[in-house]
């Protein structure tokens, strides 16, 4: 069995961007630029704390989307599906009706993450509710959401890059 490669975060984006990045890290400026421009790590600690601010999020935007049951951080996420976070939903037939449940689960390392970072994926994975695929309507939702949602995506993904290759996260709680 072959060892599992790194994901590559940027893959998709143009040449001229990642090079800016893979730059970046080469002269060991990222770090600098990532901490300037997104200085603190945000206070949402708790499984509950997660859950208000995102039934916040759903009903400034997606009143209508439906119930969501938990939400909450989930440490093997990223281990495991090589995920950010993940929306899922099951109906189950009680008698003669029909019964719903979703549920958010965001990584762990979004405990130690910036604000922006955290709503990103958060809008991302509201706009599951109403768009199952990752398709035109779904980032006009997201964006919709989020207006700074893309550039969001890409900061979070040279983060990750850079995380991935020095193994120093930037942010704590304690930020």
């Not at 093997?76 to 009680?94: C, D, E, F, P, Y």
């Not at 035109?136 to 890409?154: G, R, S, T, V, W």
Request: aromatic share 10%; charged share 25%; with cysteine.
């Amino acid at each position: 069995m072959r060892p599992k490669s790194a994901p590559n975060y940027l893959a998709g984006y143009r040449p001229e961007l990642t090079d800016k990045i893979k730059q970046m890290i080469e002269q060991e400026q990222l770090a600098d630029w990532l901490l300037h421009k997104y200085p603190l790590a945000h206070a949402i600690r708790s499984d509950k704390a997660l859950y208000d601010y995102v039934m916040e999020l759903k009903q400034s935007y997606m009143r209508n989307a439906g119930l969501i049951n938990r939400v909450a951080f989930d440490s093997m996420l990223h281990l495991t599906r090589n995920a950010l976070g993940i929306h899922t939903s099951k109906s189950q037939v009680h008698g003669a009706k029909l019964k719903r449940k979703c549920e958010i689960h965001v990584a762990t390392m979004f405990k130690d993450m910036p604000p922006e970072f955290l709503r990103m994926i958060v809008v991302h994975e509201l706009a599951h509710m109403k768009e199952s695929e990752h398709d035109k309507a779904f980032y006009k939702l997201c964006c919709n959401m989020e207006p700074n949602y893309h550039q969001l995506e890409f900061d979070l993904r040279a983060y990750l890059t850079w995380l991935e290759i020095t193994k120093n996260p930037l942010w704590s709680a304690s930020s």
